[in-house]
Structure formats: structure tokens, C-alpha cells
């Protein structure tokens, strides 16, 4: 019982981070909406693969979605509230 505990606050502890980490995303990207994955993960000191995860998540999540290509493209907010 106590294992089953432990994991389940284990992974809302995750859950927590990733959902900080995702307002926070939100947050540069209303600030700068050409920013970089790069720049995303240098400013919230995670790797760039942990920035593109959450970006896929807040894509599905229909947050976000990107308009145009990696380069010369921007970030679109679609649903923001904190």
C-alpha cells in the first residue's frame, strides 16, 4: 500500500513540474512569440528534448500551435490562463 502511495505522488510531482514548466513556456512565448526551442530550453535550464515534449503536450493540449516554418515561423497562443 505504501509502494502504491509513493508512486502516485511520485507522478503528481512530475505532473506539477510539467505543468509549471508549461506555464512557463506559455509565458516566454507571450513575451516572444518567435522564440526558439533552444532558447526555451537554455532560459528554463531543461534540455531541448524536455522542451519539445512539453510543446507536443501543449500542442495536443491545444494551447499552442506554431504558424509558418522552424525558422522565419512564430508561436500562436491559442488558450492561455494561469
Known amino acids: 500500500m505504501l509502494g502504491t502511495s509513493y508512486e502516485k505522488s511520485s507522478n503528481d510531482s512530475s505532473d506539477n513540474v510539467t ?3 508549461g506555464i512557463q513556456i506559455l509565458q516566454s512565448i507571450k513575451e516572444n512569440n518567435q522564440i526558439s ?3 526555451l530550453s537554455e ?3 531543461v534540455t531541448k528534448r524536455t522542451i519539445l515534449r512539453d510543446i507536443e503536450k501543449l500542442k495536443a493540449q491545444k494551447k499552442i500551435k506554431r ?3 522552424e525558422k522565419g ?3 500562436e497562443i491559442l ?3 494561469v
Do not use: I, P
Request: net charge positive.
Open 19 to 21: 505543468d509549471k514548466r
Open 37 to 39: 526551442t533552444t532558447e
Open 43 to 45: 532560459k528554463l535550464k
Open 67 to 69: 504558424v509558418g516554418g
Open 73 to 75: 515561423g512564430h508561436w
Open 79 to 81: 488558450k492561455y490562463k
